[in-house]
């Protein structure tokens, strides 16, 4: 359609005939619209005159329709000027039936209730919801706007009717919510500190997923046979998840605090424990169940094992295990994606790691699934196919994020001793790790945990003098280079060592520190060779005065 017609026609149109205008200039546009720069003052126009009409007295048909026009042009980052102003925000806030503007949170406000409206009047209020996320999300203006009209407290408003949503009206109420929080670091601050918003995002979830309670932290068990997560209510959790970590993300909250994040943890922990109705979107659940608990106080996740009703292991001081092995399966899940492992993987490997290091019987549970007690150490820790194997393989991964991760959690399983980890890894494999705590020289973290001996096989026992401490196993027997040569051979292969060595400490790239030997210091850390070697002054060494 051409733009210059549609916009003279709208100037003086009516209700009927703006909508039928509209409606083909949508079909046409739905799916092919391009950003022609020739037609962007075109576009602009015609953005500023349907915010014009959204604000006459027209049939929620025509609003809804104006309202997808307004979604389809705010693809356009260039178009936005005219709808990312006061008027223009606030027309859509009316539109969602959201309280924003001056006196937003007064008590005499009341937010309207969405069961009330007519099927046609709730398509409008999405239709809204959608341009509002859209426009939010590609204009920082409409962004600062937003805070400006406090349009986040009206989205919170409408937090308070969620039981009473249609399921779009919730989705992309809660999403808007999110882009909001994460597009804007005051706002979040802000929310914060009314402390109402993450109790009213965890109640939320909570309605959402249906829970029921046996006691203060404990939710009911699902039934096995019950049927899978209805993907809408899945959805919904997912925003409502997302927006609670952006409140979270760098929480200072003090033990006043401690009641709401153990009911968010024991919600997370029914949530891990749930099924959707497809394996990808379960695994999506987890993954944003893995990140929000990595922002809760780490003495709060008791709550995944502390299960007096359900009971547990008695192995494991009667506690529950069934969400850390969830939390393992997820692991090992994205292990074997071979991809995204810095965004995928590292947050599961961080919360482990961290649930090992405060929570012994979580520690002693995993390592017993990924360090069980050594049989066969005739084959290289990297290499196989069990848990132990990929991450011992992901410690010289090429990304430091990951290497890092899944270092320092095969460290805390070993209760932060080296000797433990140079074990299970080799001291090739864990080299990077030690070299970083200044632990080349053996030792331990600075983390305390309990005296409880490993114990060892006796097969590792029989093998452990055999074992190459470099490669972490039992290597074939080398055959002696030197066996067959002459001594007048082994003279020159000598010399020509010695020649080599001598070359490379007097070269000018030793000398700029390009290539350097080096050595360890009795602290662990990593040094040039001759200051390893060098005798402090005062001391002997080993001489004639001391025979």
């Not at 209730?113 to 398509?123: F, H, M, P």
């Not at 400006?148 to 949503?165: E, F, N």
């Not at 990077?432 to 600075?446: D, S, T, V």
């Not at 002696?480 to 001594?487: A, I, Q, R, V």
């Amino acid at each position: 359609m051409d733009l210059t017609n549609v916009l003279s026609q709208l100037e003086s149109a009516d209700g009927q005939d703006i909508e039928t205008l509209l409606q083909e200039y949508n079909t046409e546009n739905s799916h092919t619209f391009t950003f022609n720069q020739k037609e962007e003052t075109l576009r602009r126009k015609l953005c500023q005159s349907v915010l014009v009409v959204l604000g006459m007295q027209v049939q929620p048909s025509c609003q809804k329709t104006c309202l997808e026009t307004l979604r389809i042009l705010s693809r356009d980052k260039c178009v936005l000027a005219p709808v990312a102003t006061r008027d223009g925000m606030l027309t859509l806030a009316r539109m969602a039936r959201l309280n924003a503007g001056e006196g937003q949170g007064d008590d005499d406000k009341e937010q309207p209730q969405e069961s009330t409206l007519s099927a046609e009047e709730e398509r409008v209020v999405v239709e809204a919801l959608k341009c509002l996320c859209n426009v939010v999300y590609n204009s920082p203006a409409a962004q600062q706007v937003s805070v400006d009209v406090k349009l986040a407290y009206g989205l919170c408003a409408s937090l308070h009717t969620a039981p009473a949503w249609h399921h779009e009206v919730g989705l992309f109420t809660l999403r808007l919510l999110f882009l909001l929080s994460a597009l804007r670091a005051d706002l979040r601050g802000e929310l914060r500190k009314e402390g109402q918003v993450v109790k009213l995002l965890t109640e939320v979830m909570e309605h959402t997923l249906d829970v029921s309670w046996d006691g203060p932290y404990e939710v009911t068990r699902p039934d096995p046979q019950a049927l899978p997560l209805p993907a809408e209510d899945n959805e919904r959790a997912m925003e409502a998840l997302k927006a609670l970590f952006n409140l979270t993300v760098s929480n200072v909250g003090g033990k006043e605090d401690d009641h709401q994040y153990r009911l968010m943890a024991a919600i997370l922990r029914h949530l891990l424990m749930l099924r959707t109705e497809t394996e990808e979107k379960t695994e999506e659940a987890h993954s944003h169940a893995v990140n929000l608990l990595n922002n809760l106080p780490v003495s709060c996740l008791d709550v995944l094992i502390d299960l007096p009703v359900q009971g547990g292991l008695e192995a494991y001081g009667g506690k529950n295990m069934d969400a850390i092995q969830v939390l393992l399966d997820f692991m090992e899940k994205r292990i074997d994606k071979g991809s995204n492992y810095k965004e995928g993987l590292t947050p599961v490997l961080s919360l482990l790691t961290e649930v090992s290091r405060h929570h012994r019987e979580i520690r002693r549970y995993i390592k017993a699934q990924v360090l069980p007690p050594l049989k066969d150490v005739k084959i290289r820790p990297e290499v196989g196919t069990t848990t132990r194997n990929k991450l011992v393989r992901l410690m010289t991964h090429v990304e430091m994020a990951v290497k890092q991760a899944a270092a320092e959690f095969l460290f805390v399983l070993c209760k932060e001793s080296v000797d433990n980890l140079l074990k299970y890894t080799g001291y090739g494999n864990a080299a990077g790790l030690l070299m970083a705590r200044g632990l080349l020289g053996g030792g331990r973290g600075e983390t305390e945990y309990s005296e409880d001996e490993d114990s060892d096989t006796e097969e590792y026992k029989t093998a452990k003098p055999f074992i190459n401490p470099i490669t972490g196993h039992v290597e074939e027997p080398m055959p002696n280079p030197m066996e067959e040569m002459t001594e007048e051979q082994k003279e020159y292969e000598a010399q020509k060592l010695v020649n080599m060595l001598d070359k490379l400490s007097s070269s000018c790239v030793y000398r700029q520190s390009l290539i350097r030997p080096m050595g360890v210091k009795p602290d662990g850390t990593l040094a040039p060779l001759e200051e390893t070697l060098r005798v402090p002054h005062g001391e002997n060494s080993g001489s004639d005065s001391d025979e």
